[in-house]
Structures are given as C-alpha cells and as structure tokens.
C-alpha cells in the first residue's frame, strides 16, 4: 500500500467517523426533545431507510467486485 492510498483511506475514514457522529447527535436531540410523535417516527424511518441502502448497495458493490476479479483470471 502506498502513501496515497493510506491518505485517501483515513480521509474517507474520517469524514465516515464525523458524518456518523453528528447524524447520531442529530438523531439523540431530536429524539431526546419535546417534538411530536409523528415527526420522531419519520425522522427514524428516513434514517433506518437510507441505512438499509447504504447496506444493500455495500453488500452488492462486494459481490460485483468478487465476480470481477474471478473473471479476469
């Protein structure tokens, strides 16, 4: 592993690592606040989703690139 490889691995780390932790703050202050219940069930839905999409599309993006590398050999 070069240096830039190693670079772009802890920016991408780092930004994941801050976007994480200020949606979960959000997410705690919303929740933690007097709001109304609808609101509570669709800001929970709406984060549960895209994290459902983000998992779906990692899982896929694996399995392509393990079908890519069998084929090239």
Do not use: H, P, W
Not at 13 to 34: C, N, W
């Amino acid at each position: 592993m070069n240096s830039n490889t190693a670079v772009r691995n802890l920016g991408i780390g780092l930004t994941v690592t801050g976007l994480i932790l200020l949606v979960g703050y959000a997410l705690y202050d919303i929740f933690t606040t007097e709001s109304s219940l609808v609101l509570k069930i669709s800001i929970g839905a709406i984060a549960a989703g895209i994290v459902l999409i983000l998992l779906v599309l990692i899982t896929e993006k694996i399995s392509v690139k393990d079908k890519e590398i069998e084929r090239r050999y």
